[in-house]
């Protein structure tokens, strides 16, 4: 499974449509999320905010670890921390 199939099976679990994941992601329409649903490649910020969006671990998305565990949003603010 991919990191596409990975934020459509998450997103689904969640009962949120493409558009609510973008908006919440601060995008304008759905259409970001669809082509990474459709397997086009993302930098790691975006990596790192859909999983805070879908409240799961880098790591889970990626495919590195089975547990979606909901550690996301701890993840995101490290990450992004410009200081690293």
Do not use: H
Request: net charge negative; aromatic share 4%; charged share 30%.
């Amino acid at each position: 499974m991919n990191l596409g199939d990975r934020v459509k099976q998450r997103r689904k679990e969640l009962r949120m449509t493409q558009e609510e994941l973008a908006a919440k992601m601060g995008y304008s329409s759905r259409s970001s999320i669809n082509k990474v649903e459709c397997g086009r490649e993302v930098s790691q910020r975006i990596i790192v905010r859909l999983a805070a969006a879908l409240d799961v671990t880098v790591p889970y998305l990626m495919g590195w670890d089975e547990t979606p565990a909901a550690k996301a949003e701890f993840e995101a603010s490290v990450l992004l921390d410009e200081d690293i």
